[in-house]
């Protein structure tokens, strides 16, 4: 399996931004537009007779429409959509595009030899928010432990995934590489690095460090005291994205946003912001992390190929728009701590409150 999936990469694999065959075809693109824009189920049948009349874009959209629209369906609603002219959708999406064959035809229980080449094929064919998701099941998977995915390595992964690989690196096994890699990220002052170091300080026993803190702050050249702050900042990004109580106080938000708000995995936070809060988005992106946390990675199941529509695109229109808040109303637990979070971000951002408000169920 991970040879012919090389074999598709070498072969197969389309350009960057390239879009599918049928985009344009006012069969689908009409009813593209009509999903994107809100709840009209015809957009679902149309999208389903345009796969049928053989329209690629249409059959790899598939899957998403049906989630968009059949969220609260039945499975024998859905069921009617996960097959074309009598063939599984399944099967005809990976005979469509290798691309999205490596998305779809990736599970759990895969070997992870497999997940890191669909790991590398979707990086390079610019579905980084799919790649990071994948390399966040590598983490749970190995513990980061293992062969690394070349993506990291390239620093091209998400500040959480080379923090995790990093940290983990240094504590478990003597790895040299890791360790240089730590030391780079500490005098480039990147917060991945301090992160990283921040789980190597919560280790109980310092004999399973295979470099002390003082040793990776002194090799890196950074002031003890420049190091106790970064150390610091890193403790409470961390408690933004394991899971501390919500709402989070708005300094961490706030640090959170400074720290990571630019990079390439929040770009789903930034578009929404920048297009539903043009006059602050900054306030925006502060809000939605104080009330909900870190961004999760299920989102991604529901978020088009860009080959379909590109990812900046798509989080600016209603449907972006409307997932990437119910996923953040999701993460809330019933009852008062609800209703404190979102009480948080009427309090930071009374236009991010607004447009939660006014998101479908």
């Known amino acids: ?11 197969a694999t389309p350009a960057v931004g390239q879009p599918v065959p049928g985009r344009d075809d006012p069969a689908f693109a009409l009813a593209f537009a009509r999903a994107l824009q809100g709840d009209d189920p015809t957009a679902l049948d149309d999208i389903h007779a345009a796969a049928e009349a053989g329209n690629a874009a249409a059959i790899l959209a598939l899957p998403n429409v049906t989630n968009w629209l059949l969220y609260h369906g039945t499975m024998r609603e859905v069921r009617r959509y996960r097959q074309v002219n009598g063939q599984p959708l399944v099967d005809l999406i990976a005979s469509t595009s290798p691309i999205a064959a490596i998305w779809h035809g990736w599970k759990p229980e895969q070997d992870m030899s497999d997940t ?10 610019g579905e980084t928010g799919k790649a990071d998701f994948l390399m966040f099941m590598w983490v749970n998977h190995t513990g980061a432990l293992g062969s690394i995915p070349s993506v990291i390595t ?22 040299a590489f890791a360790k240089d890699w730590l030391i780079r990220l500490l005098r480039e002052d990147r917060i991945e690095g301090w992160m990283a170091l921040h789980r190597v300080s919560t280790r109980d026993d310092p004999a399973e460090r295979t470099i002390s803190i003082a040793e990776a702050i002194a ?36 640090l959170f946003i400074r720290e990571l708000g630019q990079r390439p995995e929040y770009l789903p936070l930034r578009t929404v912001c920048a297009a539903s809060c043009p006059a602050d988005p900054a306030s925006c992106m502060t809000a939605y992390v104080q009330g909900f946390g870190a961004m999760s990675h ?13 990812r900046e695109t798509f989080f600016a ?22 209703d404190d979070a979102l009480a948080a971000v009427r309090q930071t951002s009374s236009c991010l409150a607004q447009v939660v408000a006014d998101a479908p169920d």
């Open 317 to 338: 229109t209603p449907r972006g728009t409307a997932l990437f808040v119910r996923y953040g109303l999701e993460r809330l637990p019933k009852g008062g701590y609800r």
């Open 219 to 254: 090799s890196a050249g950074v002031p003890a005291e420049v190091a106790v702050q970064r150390l610091d900042d890193a403790r409470r990004i961390w408690q933004s994205i394991e899971g501390g109580p919500l709402p989070r106080p708005l300094d961490e938000a706030a």
């Open 1 to 11: 399996m991970v040879r012919l999936l090389w074999l598709a990469l070498l072969f």
């Open 154 to 175: 390239e620093d091209a992964a998400s500040a959480y995934v080379t923090a995790i690989t990093v940290g983990q690196r240094v504590t478990s096994i003597p790895d």
């Open 116 to 125: 890191l080449v669909r790991i590398a094929g979707l990086h390079g064919a």
């Open 298 to 310: 299920p989102m991604e199941f529901s978020v088009p190929l860009v080959m379909l529509i590109p």
